[in-house]
């Protein structure tokens, strides 16, 4: 201000107060939207709930949570990194909303990552709720928190560049069908409720390389074995993380 009056200073703010800006907008759409509650939030938390009280799967020796709770958090990261990720971006590619934003100040890399913040910042209200959840049925957790954060963090990055790269090159109903169908699938058939030892052999060799096995497999030994770094799990989630992210930044499409 000089001499009583205000100086215009145009310019755009800096890209961290950008990016943090964004980010908080992205995760109020995301808590607002019905059907994202319904992926991140509804649906793991009934599934811990009946699977926990309702002897449907057998799932071992021991208690049903002590097996399930890891696997549902694993199920939380997928449903919100992935599926609800991809389908809210693949709508938003086709609304010419991601067009818009790509010609703002915000440089598309600074777009990304403001959604993975609110992502990530929607997988800790998600790990919260279902922790308490799981605690309430009587989980007792065991191993580090180091080798959770990693695997969850690690999970967060692979299912976050196969949802984007999903959005980023399919049409937004195509990519609505194949996020669902794909949750359901890895649902079954990811060790997330059922444990990959019931499937036959050559299923499970396969199985036990798709990014949800490996989280809810790795997951399950800290939290249920007490095991250390679990650096099979990590491997796989690494190479998924690479891949995912990479194909994303090469063929993603902003209209």
Not at 53 to 63: A, C, F, L, N
Not at 129 to 145: E, H, K, M, N, Q
Not at 152 to 159: K, Q, V, Y
């Amino acid at each position: 201000m000089s001499g009583g009056t205000y100086t215009p200073a145009p310019g755009a703010a800096p890209v961290g107060r950008m990016i943090a800006a964004q980010a908080a907008f992205e995760t109020k759409m995301l808590l607002r939207n019905g059907e994202q509650l319904l992926l991140t939030v509804i649906i793991p938390s009934l599934l811990l709930v009946l699977f926990s009280t309702v002897d449907i799967v057998d799932t071992g020796g021991g208690r049903a949570v002590d097996f399930l709770a890891p696997g549902v958090l694993a199920l939380a990261v997928m449903s919100t990194a992935f599926t609800g990720q991809a389908i809210a971006t693949g709508f938003e590619r086709r609304y010419g909303v991601l067009k818009r934003l790509g010609a703002s100040p915000l440089p598309r890399w600074a777009l990304m990552t403001a959604k993975t913040g609110a992502v990530l910042v929607t997988e800790v209200l998600q790990v919260a709720l279902l922790t308490v959840i799981a605690l309430a049925l009587g989980w007792s957790p065991r191993g580090g928190v180091l080798p959770v954060l990693v695997l969850l963090l690690l999970g967060t990055a692979a299912f976050s560049g196969l949802g984007l790269l999903m959005a980023g090159t399919l049409r937004a109903e195509a990519t609505l069908a194949a996020a669902n169908l794909v949750f359901l699938l890895l649902l079954v058939g990811g060790g997330v409720i059922v444990p990959l030892d019931r499937f036959p052999d050559a299923a499970r060799a396969v199985l036990e390389l798709l990014p949800i096995s490996a989280l809810s497999d790795g997951l399950r030994d800290v939290l249920q074995g007490g095991a250390p770094m679990p650096w099979g799990a990590v491997g796989v989630l690494t190479v998924w993380a690479v891949l995912g992210l990479g194909a994303a930044a090469r063929f993603f499409r902003w209209e």
